[in-house]
């Protein structure tokens, strides 16, 4: 069975600061990752996603995620973080050969202050 | 533009009632999900059904029921035996078949026992 682990609850930050948000997963096979985020009160939305190939992928408003397999991470990160980006940010591990369905881990409140 | 649509945002319930979560796409989608969200919990996944006219228990099926007649619909029943039904629902659809692209998520049900 797979399960994702997200080590901080809650992540407070400085606008302009830079921000790592923690994921690790458990898996006995290969793995297709994702980062969603999600603003109050609405569902979630994929930020980014690694499938194969290139272990850094980025998405379209600044964030990179790193896959790690030796040590089975997937942190997300930011450079310069802007008030916007507060939000709950999700990490979720799926199975290749094991159908559609998503882990996700508990989540991680990210929040900007001036 | 294609997405996924719930209905309604807000609900209410009595205790001893059973309520109906609605779920519809429009993406073309062979799977659909319903999760839970629960604050500190991140997301449980309830039932999903990968083709019409079959679905299996998630993780927390208990005092859920669904149905899934249309490929575009897959509606949820919060029923009374479900002791402790307040909280965030979210529907989310996937395509099916090699590769796994991630879940598209609807906008959530927030239900609340009065």
């Known amino acids: 069975a797979q399960s994702v682990t997200q080590l901080d609850s809650q992540v407070p930050v400085f606008e302009e600061a830079p921000v790592e948000l923690r994921c690790n997963y458990s898996?006995?096979?290969?793995?297709?990752l994702f980062w969603y985020v999600q603003y109050p009160n609405q569902g979630l939305q994929l930020l980014l996603k690694y499938l194969s190939g290139s272990t850094l992928v980025e998405s379209i408003n600044g964030f990179e995620a790193e896959f790690n397999k030796s040590q089975t991470s997937f942190h997300l990160r930011k450079p310069s973080v802007h008030i916007s980006d507060t939000a709950e940010y999700f990490c979720a591990v799926s199975d290749p050969g094991g159908g559609n369905k998503l882990t996700f881990g508990t989540g991680t409140q990210l929040k900007v202050e001036l | 533009d294609g997405g996924i649509t719930q209905s309604p945002k807000y609900l209410f319930r009595k205790e001893g009632q059973n309520v109906t979560l609605s779920c519809e796409q429009n993406?073309?989608?062979?799977?659909m999900y319903w999760y839970r969200q629960d604050p500190g919990q991140g997301l449980r996944l309830i039932y999903y059904?990968?083709?019409?006219?079959?679905?299996q228990k998630g993780d927390i099926a208990e005092g859920y029921s669904v149905s899934r007649e249309k490929k575009e619909s897959f509606p949820l029943t919060v029923t009374s035996a479900q002791k402790n039904p307040t909280a965030f629902y979210l529907c989310a659809s996937s395509a099916t078949g090699t590769g796994n692209y991630g879940y598209t998520f609807g906008s959530g049900t927030r239900l609340t026992v009065v």
């Open positions: 898996s006995s096979v290969s793995v297709y």
């Open positions: 059904s990968q083709i019409v006219n079959d679905f």
């Open positions: 993406l073309n989608h062979d799977a």
